[in-house]
């Protein structure tokens, strides 16, 4: 089913046998009833925040070409393009948002992070950012 946690992550130490039992359980599952392995497994989830995602921007589009409209027709046709505008931007930023997160999951379960600090990726951005600070401050007093 993907990604098998290891011995670390998953708090407890199994033993061989009780990896491959579980690896059977998984594989049954899967053979019996693969809608409910992809829902337990979370990506039907993703599935679903991309497709909020697209709708909003269809509903920005919509919302631009109402906007344009109204100016033409009446200045509440506006309005109303203005709200629908901003209504599918919330709606696209807060689902592409679960999917970000939810790919950053995925990808916290192929390589553990222990919690302390930031994730790896923002701490090497700060790293650079920090060493360019450095680098300007020994420029600058020279």
Do not use: C, Y
């Amino acid at each position: 089913m993907g990604h098998r946690p290891t011995r670390k992550e998953f708090g407890m130490a199994l033993s061989e046998q009780e990896r491959k039992l579980l690896e059977q359980l998984e594989a049954s599952l899967m053979a019996d009833d693969p809608k409910l392995a992809e829902t337990l497994r979370g990506t039907g989830t993703v599935k679903v925040h991309r497709r909020r995602a697209t709708l909003a921007g269809l509903g920005f589009i919509a919302g631009i070409v109402v906007l344009i409209a109204g100016v033409q027709v009446h200045p509440v046709v506006s309005i109303l393009g203005f709200v629908l505008m901003l209504v599918s931007a919330i709606v696209g930023v807060n689902s592409w948002q679960r999917v970000a997160g939810e790919d950053d999951k995925g990808e916290s379960q192929s390589a553990p992070h222990d919690g302390s600090g930031p994730k790896p990726s923002n701490q090497d951005f700060m790293e650079k950012l920090e060493e360019r600070w450095r680098r300007r401050q020994d420029g600058g007093d020279n």
